[in-house]
């Protein structure tokens, strides 16, 4: 399984919104598979499919802390959302080493296939909610930065640029 590489912020392939998985083969549990060792490899909680570049609805997702409960998400579907909301910070394997504030529903439910194409309905509070919305964010093109304020997202935006720059090989150079 090899280990896929993580979309950085902007890259406006980030932006794409994913399409419907049509079924779920052979390829989509290989790219569920690449996409849990990804995840683990880069110390994550959740990884959409986007963040890999790779336009189709899935998420993996693993918030237990000994990484054992990973869970699959294909075509997810928010059914619902609590009224109460909380505000924490959040950080992203495409924003990698920016943490800030998002507000979202302290719990959800939603509907999606697992792995092996059968239907389940999730129920979610606490870190597990967070990380559902904001993976589920990804598969609309929507980065959490994006709920930031326009100074604080053009910041995080110049510095992860700048990051790009500072890791290109020089040109010229022997």
């Known amino acids: 399984m090899p280990l896929l590489t993580i979309l950085k912020y902007p890259d406006p392939r980030l932006q794409r919104v994913a399409s419907p998985v049509q079924a779920v083969d052979a390829r989509v549990r290989t790219l569920v598979a690449d996409m849990l060792q990804t995840m683990y490899e880069a110390q ?3 990884l959409a499919a986007t963040q890999v570049d790779v336009h189709e609805r899935v ?3 693993d918030v237990s802390e ?3 409960q990973p869970l699959v998400l294909i075509n997810p579907e928010l059914v619902w959302a609590s009224p109460e909301r909380q505000r924490s910070d959040e950080g992203c394997l495409s924003v990698p080493g ?6 979202r529903a302290t719990a959800v439910r939603v509907l999606a296939l697992n792995e092996h194409g ?5 129920a979610a509070e606490g870190l597990l909610a967070v990380c559902i919305q904001h993976e589920m964010d990804h598969l609309l093109g ?8 326009p100074l604080k997202r053009n910041r995080i ?8 720059e500072d ?3 020089a040109r010229g150079a022997a």
């Not at 920016?98 to 507000?103: A, K, L, N, S, T």
């Not at 059968?118 to 999730?122: A, H, L, N, V, W």
Request: hydrophobic residues 35%; charged residues 35%.
């Open 44 to 46: 994550g909680i959740g």
């Open 59 to 61: 998420i993996v997702i």
């Open 66 to 68: 000994d990484r054992s």
């Open 98 to 103: 920016i943490y800030d504030g998002v507000e």
């Open 118 to 122: 059968q239907s389940r309905e999730e």
């Open 142 to 149: 929507k980065v959490f930065v994006e709920y930031l304020s």
């Open 157 to 164: 935006k110049t510095k992860m640029l700048k990051r790009r």
């Open 167 to 169: 890791a290109a090989p």
